[in-house]
């Protein structure tokens, strides 16, 4: 019985001795898998990163378009001189306002013989939300996108 012990004992050492010689002859083979290995983990951490930034700018770009197509709508409503108490008109002027609201008094809306209104004011604003919008993008880029 001790004598198995024993034996068993000497087998696990010459066992272990064995994947110790083979762990220590792979050293540099070891330090090259782990430098893989820790290239391959920053690889995925950029492309999480990249894949935020670039949700996060689609999120924005989506919403200014949206934006965009209500505030041109408004101003195609204003020029054909569409009627403010129909439902639909109503509805794109109540939304739109707030919108407009900061542009209204910059620049005076000429009205067109018989047609409606030149809204002067919608295109400003058209134009100052899509670069809000572009800049809104490139902030979210150089704090969330890849590294340079």
């Known amino acids: 019985m001790v004598g198995d012990r024993i034996i068993a004992l000497a087998a696990m050492l010459v066992k272990h001795s064995f994947y110790f010689r083979k762990f220590m002859t792979q050293g540099p083979e070891r330090d090259r898998e782990e430098i893989r290995l820790q290239a391959e983990e ?14 996060l700018v689609g999120a924005v770009y989506y919403l200014s378009g949206a934006l965009e197509i209500l505030l041109l709508i408004r101003f195609a409503l204003r020029l054909t001189g569409a009627n403010p108490a129909n439902a639909f008109a109503a509805f794109i002027y109540a939304l739109s306002n707030v919108f407009v609201a900061p542009f209204s008094t910059l620049f005076a809306a000429p009205a067109i013989e018989q047609a409606g209104t030149f809204d002067v004011s919608a295109l400003v604003a058209i134009a100052v939300y899509a670069l809000l919008a572009w800049l809104a993008a490139k902030l979210v880029w150089l704090i969330w996108g890849p590294p340079t």
């Open 42 to 55: 920053e690889r995925i951490h950029r492309a999480q990163r990249y894949a935020v930034a670039s949700r």
